[in-house]
């Protein structure tokens, strides 16, 4: 069983940054796949950001270039450094684990456990 908390939301001017972090425990972290995702308010959750197991990452179109996710093996963490904030990445930011050996990343169904979320808002 995985269990995932994030931290490192607030509130943030647009154009500013913010870095989000998830503290994972149970299972081998460095042996399951990470994702981050996000959902506003009256909008279905969507994918933002991940990173496989072999370290290879992937994100939206919306945060390509503003957007790092990162993983610290031996602290248990992924991180989800944000910079160039948007009004419109005003979320709930969720991360995600997997075990899965193939699966796609941008898919919240290839994701198994999930941690209770952390409010990121931008102001104009």
């Known amino acids: 069983q995985v269990q995932l908390v994030e931290s490192g939301g607030g509130l943030v001017q647009a154009g500013g940054s913010l870095r989000l972090s998830c503290a994972a425990s149970?299972?081998?972290?460095?042996?399951?796949?990470m994702g981050w995702f996000r959902q506003a308010p009256g909008k279905e959750r969507e994918f933002a950001a991940a990173?496989?197991?072999?370290?290879?990452?992937s994100y939206a179109d919306s945060v390509k270039g503003r957007f790092t996710i990162s993983r610290d093996i031996a602290k248990n963490t992924v991180y989800l450094a944000m910079n160039s904030l948007k009004p419109e990445d005003m979320a709930i930011y969720y991360c995600?684990?997997?075990?899965?050996?193939?699966?796609?990343?941008?898919?919240?169904?290839?994701?198994?456990?999930w941690g209770q979320g952390t409010q990121v808002t931008v102001s104009s």
């Open positions: 990173i496989r197991s072999s370290g290879s990452t």
């Open positions: 995600a684990a997997t075990f899965r050996t193939y699966y796609s990343s941008s898919r919240l169904s290839a994701y198994d456990y």
């Open positions: 149970g299972g081998t972290f460095g042996s399951y796949g």
